[in-house]
């Protein structure tokens, strides 16, 4: 079946970039999406990219996407500490039947 | 964006009774609901697809007596969780599709004592 694997965990400080990263192993993936899920709470949806591009930014967000080697990552410039919480990427197979999410990665802003 | 509401946000429950969870869509009509579990620090699990007015389609290894899904209207989706266990204490999120996107709900913490 479908995996999709993130690092655990990213600390940067405030300012800095930070850079999550997520493989996938379908290849018929169409949608390759961002989330970001706060302590407690839903999933909010961040981006998301075709899979027929290879990059997409929007505002601080960069997202990369290698399909060749199925790597995806996620760009935050300018980090501040609200950005600080669980992000997941997904992918959506062909026939859009369901999402598969990452492991999830855990992002700490410091001051 | 649209908006999925969960209800409730927290319940505790003693073991053996039955929980209900509902989960609407705000401004937009949702032909396919989906139901996640979520340990804690882990990823989102998919329980479930609910499609309006048909049975749900279950992942492998959910208990479909014990998870039941109900998807009443188009705005509308509701999990019992029936006779639960400690083991059954997870977040569960629900997520609606609408013209491709999916919305979360903001979850619901299951405490089962």
């Known amino acids: 079946g479908e995996d999709v694997e993130q690092s655990l965990f990213l600390s940067v400080r405030e300012g800095d970039s930070s850079v999550i990263n997520c493989t996938y192993t379908?290849?018929?993936?169409?949608?390759l999406y961002w989330y970001k899920q706060e302590p407690g709470a839903g999933l909010q949806l961040l981006t998301y990219?075709?899979?027929?591009?290879d990059m997409k930014q929007d505002q601080r967000l960069t997202v990369l996407l290698n399909k060749k080697d199925k790597h995806l990552s996620l760009r935050i410039a300018d980090t501040q500490t609200g950005d600080s919480a669980i992000y997941f990427c997904?992918?959506?197979?062909?026939?859009?039947?369901?999402?598969?999410f990452g492991t999830g990665t855990r992002l700490l802003v410091s001051p | 964006g649209a908006v999925v509401s969960q209800h409730p946000s927290r319940v505790i429950c003693k073991s053996g009774t039955s929980v209900k969870i509902e989960c609407r869509s705000l401004?937009?009509?949702?032909?396919?609901m989906f139901w996640y579990r979520q340990f804690p620090k882990k990823s989102l699990m998919l329980m479930a697809t609910?499609?309006?007015?048909?049975?749900?389609?279950?992942e492998q290894g959910v208990e479909k007596d014990k998870f039941l899904i109900n998807h009443a209207s188009l705005t509308l989706s509701t999990l019992t969780v029936t006779s639960a266990h400690p083991e059954d204490s997870s977040f569960y999120i629900c997520?609606?599709?609408?013209?491709?996107?999916?919305?979360f709900g903001p979850g619901t913490r299951l405490t089962v004592l």
């Open positions: 997520s609606a599709r609408a013209e491709g996107e999916q919305f």
């Open positions: 379908d290849s018929s993936s169409t949608y």
């Open positions: 990219i075709f899979s027929n591009m």
């Open positions: 997904a992918e959506m197979g062909t026939g859009f039947q369901k999402l598969v």
């Open positions: 401004d937009f009509q949702a032909t396919t």
């Open positions: 609910s499609n309006e007015g048909s049975k749900a389609t279950y």
